[in-house]
């Protein structure tokens, strides 16, 4: 558990930097290993959903052990309820964050194509970017969460 946790703030920490990266270069209009903006933007969009669908994983099967732990008389249902409620907390944020930054990538195709208004892109990416900061926030309150729950349980069954 703590090694995918720990690739998963890694690949969080990667996505933060490539996505303000690829902002940086829309709005500057500079390369990056010979990369454009719109080719940075693929990579960084790839990367982006790899790492969200890491995340959702990790709290789908930590939350999915932990229910077949108390469902085997290991742990109480208190801490059952603890892991719906971090589920209410971070998945709405990630679906959303999902939704903002997919956006973001597909109107910046039309715009590469002259088929949408322009001016758009650079304050919906502002608006992607600030809810990919408190996502950020969220999930790192979510996995200290289920952390200390599935801590907890290990303390009980000693």
């Given at each position: 558990m703590w090694l995918f946790m720990i690739i998963c703030y890694i690949m969080m920490a990667s996505n933060f930097l490539n996505?303000?990266?690829?902002?940086?270069?829309?709005?500057?209009?500079?390369?990056?290993?010979?990369a454009t903006h719109a080719r940075f933007a693929i990579f960084t969009i790839l990367v982006f959903i790899l790492t969200e669908t890491l995340v959702m994983f990790f709290f789908i099967a930590t939350g999915k052990s932990i229910k077949q732990m108390i469902q085997d008389g290991r742990g109480d249902t208190k801490h059952?309820?603890?892991?719906?409620?971090?589920?209410?907390?971070?998945?709405?944020?990630?679906?959303?964050?999902?939704?903002?930054?997919?956006?973001?990538?597909?109107?910046?195709?039309?715009?590469?194509?002259?088929?949408a208004l322009s001016w758009l892109h650079g304050p919906l990416f502002l608006l992607a970017f600030f809810q990919h900061m408190w996502s950020l926030v969220i999930?790192?309150?979510?996995?200290?969460?289920?952390?200390?729950?599935?801590?907890?349980?290990?303390?009980?069954?000693e």
């Open positions: 996505i303000l990266l690829t902002g940086l270069m829309g709005y500057f209009k500079f390369t990056v290993w010979g059952w309820q603890r892991v719906k409620k971090v589920k209410k907390w971070v998945f709405p944020q990630i679906i959303l964050t999902i939704i903002l930054v997919g956006a973001v990538f597909i109107h910046g195709g039309v715009v590469d194509n002259n088929l999930k790192n309150r979510s996995f200290r969460e289920q952390v200390n729950i599935a801590a907890e349980i290990s303390k009980e069954l």
